[in-house]
């Protein structure tokens, strides 16, 4: 993936993004429709530890990372994303500090230097995962987690087809690791482009292991059932697109989310 389609695609649509999403400035989230941080448990305790966010976007998790007593830091390789980050911070009156950086280039951390590297929904479109790997690797300290969430691999390769009445899903190819394209298009015909690489779980598994990582964890979260939810409980999800609700009959069929926690001995 171009670093520079990305950086475009992703300072493009900013702006409608953050519009669009709810995230949680209370909970940290592991992406659309799954229960956070305050339900897995998975970054321990957080108070005092140094804690970098890898694709930090709008900055969320770094924000209540810091509201919950942690030291924490954001990246993003978007400008657009970045500036809106360091607002949020500031209404949301507190400080972490945000920077513009590829996550595959670490180089502004010194070696050891945090407990948590944490990523959300931002692992996919990296082009060259084993440099990141090792980046995170690098900067952790002995015995600090790296906590990542991204699409799950069914679903990155799952579509939507119809079989009589029935809509069911489809899988094109779980095996077919070649680039791939996927757009985000807005009502305000805003649309971006984007290139980035399927990966499946064997694929993560292996990475990491051959990186150094202990693997603690591999979560599938079951989505919530939201038409059984009141607003009141769907307002407390973490990260909801309109777009699920819609149509939450088929996406709480297979899993959204994995979510991988892993160690660095
Ligand atoms: C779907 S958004 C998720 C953002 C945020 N974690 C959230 O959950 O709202 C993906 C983010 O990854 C960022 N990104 C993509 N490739 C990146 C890279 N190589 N290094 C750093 N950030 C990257 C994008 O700019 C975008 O902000």
Known sequence: M?????????NLISRRYQEKTRISLEDVHYGPI??????????EDVKGKDVLE?????????????????????????????RYARKLA????????????????????????FDIVLSSFAIGYVENLKEAFEEVFRVLRRGG????????????RGRVVRRGKRRIWGISNYFDRRRHTWTWKFEDGKVAKFIGRHRTIQDFFDLLVATGFVIEKILEPEPYSLNKMSEDERKRIPYVELRFIKNFDLWKRIPFTIIFKARKP
């Open 2 to 10: 171009s670093e520079m389609s990305t950086r475009k695609g992703w």
């Open 145 to 156: 987690l790296f906590v990542f969430a991204d699409v799950h691999p069914l679903a990155d």
């Open 90 to 113: 500031a209404k949301e009156s507190v400080k972490v500090p945000f920077f513009v950086r590829n996550m595959e280039d670490l180089s502004e951390f010194r070696n050891v230097s």
């Open 34 to 43: 799954s229960p956070g941080e305050l339900e897995l448990k998975l970054l």
């Open 54 to 82: 890898i694709g930090c976007g709008g900055g969320q998790n770094a924000i209540v990372l810091s509201k919950w007593g942690a030291k924490s830091v954001g990246l993003d390789i978007s400008e657009e994303q970045i």
